[in-house]
């Protein structure tokens, strides 16, 4: 594949798209993680969060200033109106920072730029901007284990938050390429995006 190459990185919650980008990270490519910029928004000072408190008052703030990301999650997940109006907030702003990260020095001179994007198969503002889509895929049922000793969730809060994201066939409609991490271990998976990083040139 051509140097420099734009990789978007997207799964479900749990499926270790983000174990994939840090191994990616580490045979050279330059990621930058959406998840870190829209925390970064939200944050305290953020630039998010004047419109926040705007559409809906400081409920959504901790007492820091920032983003109460557990009560944004009840919200969201429970409310798709309020989801539209947040996310219509927040995901502007994380382009906007995505895109500066990618112009720096170090990015520039990669070989390869891996978007960790969560809700790439949702946009079609990232798709046209990439050279090839990665989709990291498991079962619901793993995620739903993985998320839940993760985060300390129920089944069925796991499943509200699997069921406001893209389906899994929506998202391997959407791959390029498949890296299926089920069944196998982290050593395994490794293995897989090591190798799939030297398809890559890395």
Not at 55 to 73: E, H, I, K, Q
Request: charged share 20%; hydrophobic share 45%; with cysteine.
């Amino acid at each position: 594949m051509a140097a420099g190459i734009r990789l978007g990185i997207t799964g479900g919650m749990g499926s270790g798209k983000s174990t994939a980008s840090a191994a990616l990270s580490c045979m050279g490519a330059f990621v930058v993680d959406a998840d870190a910029c829209a925390r970064q928004v939200t944050d305290i000072g953020g630039s998010a969060i004047p419109s926040i408190v705007r559409r809906f008052g400081d409920t959504l703030l901790l007492p820091s200033g920032a983003l109460n990301r557990v009560r944004m999650r009840e919200l969201v997940f429970s409310d798709r109106q309020a989801r539209a109006a947040l996310e219509s907030i927040i995901h502007p702003l994380v382009q906007a920072a995505i895109e500066q990260a990618v112009g720096a020095p170090d990015a520039l001179s990669a070989r390869c730029i891996v978007y960790d994007i969560p809700l790439l198969a949702e946009s079609v503002y990232w798709r046209q901007r990439l050279d090839t889509v990665l989709v990291v895929d498991c079962t619901e049922s793993v995620q739903i284990q993985r998320v839940g000793a993760r985060n300390q969730l129920t089944p069925e809060q796991v499943r509200n938050i699997l069921n406001a994201q893209a389906t899994r066939p929506e998202r391997l409609k959407a791959a390029d390429h498949v890296l299926l991490n089920d069944g196998i271990s982290l050593h395994e998976f490794q293995l897989l995006v090591q190798e799939f990083g030297r398809q890559l040139g890395l």
